[in-house]
């Protein structure tokens, strides 16, 4: 009975604004930005284009974040997503997108931006070949075999317990921007690139809608701290300050970075590429320079997939405690009081995902998947407001309701369109990956694997 009692435990609440803060930053500010930049300059075929790409999913982040900070006021609880979809248009969606989390939004994601790390890790080893197999005749790279043990150490991390997973995640924030906000001043100041290449253009392989979805992807994870709710001191003041300030904070830093990038490579230069931020840097700094700003990215992105290591797994907490996931991860440990069981779950699986070493072909299959269901959970706040009518002051109330949801909901209508016609294996794949949860929880139902209950609020 005791340790029934253990692993029911709750969630303690000792996050404030700075520590939920630095989940949105550091979840954000990751493989993406020095990762997608070359992606999106070839679809686009320009600078400028390119810049506006950035930001308008800059904006559709804060029109988003503005609804999922009222959403979060809500039902401040962890779960994030899972929770709103649960309460506003059922179980079945609350669930599709509690799987598509967990096999889309953070293990492939968590797998993606390991193998970005590896990219800007491996020149700094001497003599070390990344892309050399682990053993003669094993189809696994010597660099996706690093990454996926670094998944399973940060796997072990934050299953210390939440005071030393804030702190950690806290610390690494500060290192990531204030290494950027270096990075950015040195730069500009060296005077070794040139403004040319803000104005000089290609022919676009892609379109603007297909690049936004790329876009899409770097700026994952401005929800991240809905999914800490439950570990949030104050939430309906804490998260919308949190989620808010980390979304405009890293639009600005990520238009700043582009901005970087554009002026330190000319036009020949740009060309499909994980590394673009060391292209750019030797441009910039020479070789030992370069070296030190790859060091800096790769702490960055280390950090990104340290905050997704973490906040993911709490919405298959929140499933577990629903009786829709397995039991086990709703077990919180006895002396961290974090759901270790359900971080242990997303980090053998984000392991795995790692050793393929695929990462293109990613982009575009998780920024799709992502969009798709952060658009629903905004469409879940004109139920909220139809229920709860005039809310208290304790809720946070959504500035020029409802235009930032119809902007949100109208611009991935749009990119989904344009990205099922230009890119339609992996943005099917998206579409795919949903109907596997939905089979999967219509086979759950059937054998009573899953029970139907209320969200608590």
Do not use: K
């Amino acid at each position: 009975m005791a340790d029934r009692q253990r692993g029911e435990a709750e969630l303690i609440r000792t996050l404030g604004v700075l520590g939920a803060g630095a989940f949105v930053v550091t979840n954000m500010i990751g493989s993406g930005i020095f990762t997608v930049p070359a992606f999106v300059r070839v679809a686009t075929g320009s600078a400028l284009g390119s810049l506006w790409v950035w930001v308008a999913a800059g904006i559709l982040g804060l029109c988003g974040a503005l609804c999922y900070s009222e959403l979060a006021t809500y039902m401040p609880g962890a779960g994030g997503e899972y929770r709103y979809l649960t309460r506003g248009f059922g179980q079945v969606w609350g669930f599709l997108s509690g799987w598509t989390s967990f096999v889309v939004g953070f293990s492939a994601a968590v797998a993606a931006s390991s193998l970005g790390v590896m990219a800007y890790l491996a020149p700094l080893v001497r003599g070390w070949d990344a892309e050399a197999p682990v053993l003669h005749g094993v189809p696994v790279s010597q660099g996706a075999a690093v990454a996926s043990l670094m998944v399973l150490v940060l796997t072990l991390v934050h299953c210390v317990g939440v005071r030393w997973s804030g702190g950690f995640q806290t610390t690494l924030a500060t290192l990531v921007v204030a290494s950027i906000g270096v990075m950015v001043l040195a730069g500009f100041a060296s005077g070794a690139g040139s403004w040319s290449g803000l104005v000089a253009r290609a022919q676009p392989r892609s379109n603007w809608w297909v690049a936004l979805l790329q876009v899409s992807y770097a700026y994952a994870g401005w929800n991240a701290a809905t999914y800490m709710a439950g570990e949030v001191r104050d939430p309906r003041r804490t998260l919308p300050r949190a989620i808010l300030g980390g979304t405009l904070f890293v639009m600005v830093i990520y238009l700043l970075i582009n901005a970087l990038f554009f002026y330190a490579l000319p036009e020949p230069e740009w060309e499909p590429t994980i590394a673009i931020g060391q292209r750019a840097a030797e441009r910039l700094f020479g070789l030992r320079g370069s070296l030190g700003v790859s060091a800096l990215i790769a702490l960055a992105m280390f950090g990104s997939v340290s905050s997704m290591t973490a906040v993911g797994p709490r919405i298959y907490f929140a499933m577990a405690r629903d009786g829709v996931a397995p039991r086990f991860m709703g077990r919180v440990s006895e002396h961290g009081n974090v759901p270790a069981a359900a971080i242990a779950a997303q980090g053998v699986l984000a392991a795995i995902l790692t050793l393929t070493g695929a990462f293109e072909a990613l982009l575009i299959y998780i920024g799709s998947s992502l969009l798709l269901f952060n658009a629903l959970t905004v469409a879940t706040l004109f139920v909220f407001r139809r229920r709860s009518g005039a809310a208290g002051p304790e809720v946070f109330r959504t500035p020029l309701h409802p235009l930032p949801a119809l902007v949100y909901l109208g611009m991935t209508v749009a990119a989904w369109g344009n990205g099922l016609a230009a890119a339609p294996l992996p943005t099917g794949a998206a579409l795919l990956t949903l109907a596997a949860g939905g089979g999967l929880y219509a086979l759950g139902r059937n054998r009573g694997w899953f029970r139907s209950v209320a969200v608590p609020e």
